[in-house]
């Protein structure tokens, strides 16, 4: 039955549960963030670098920021379609967040690349 739902006859499911995945990927990395932050109590800025600074770690961060600009733009994409009726300043707008997200990410990445 779930293999029907992701089909063609039901075009929005596969937006619907990537939303849903990417809210259990986000919700798992913050559970396992409080436990390091519980663990490690980081003080100062180099309680913070050593925290951030395996690979394993910026590479789940990483997924952790994929995520959330995938969960942002499938949200804002519905509220849009929902609130804003005129078609032209919809596709202004979505344009505007795309290109925003795209750059919180690509900022995400140098950040936790630099560490």
Known sequence: ML???????YPGMRLWLAQ????????????VFA????????????GWVELMSPWWWRVFTLLFFVSLVMHAWLGVRDVFKDY?????LRAVMQILIDVLLVIYLYWAGVILWSI
């Open 20 to 31: 849903r995945l990417s809210a259990v990927v986000m919700a798992f990395y913050l559970l």
């Open 35 to 46: 436990l390091m932050l519980i663990i490690k109590q980081p003080g100062d800025y180099a």
């Open 84 to 88: 804003i009726f005129n078609l032209k």
């Open 3 to 9: 293999i029907e739902l992701l089909t063609k006859k």
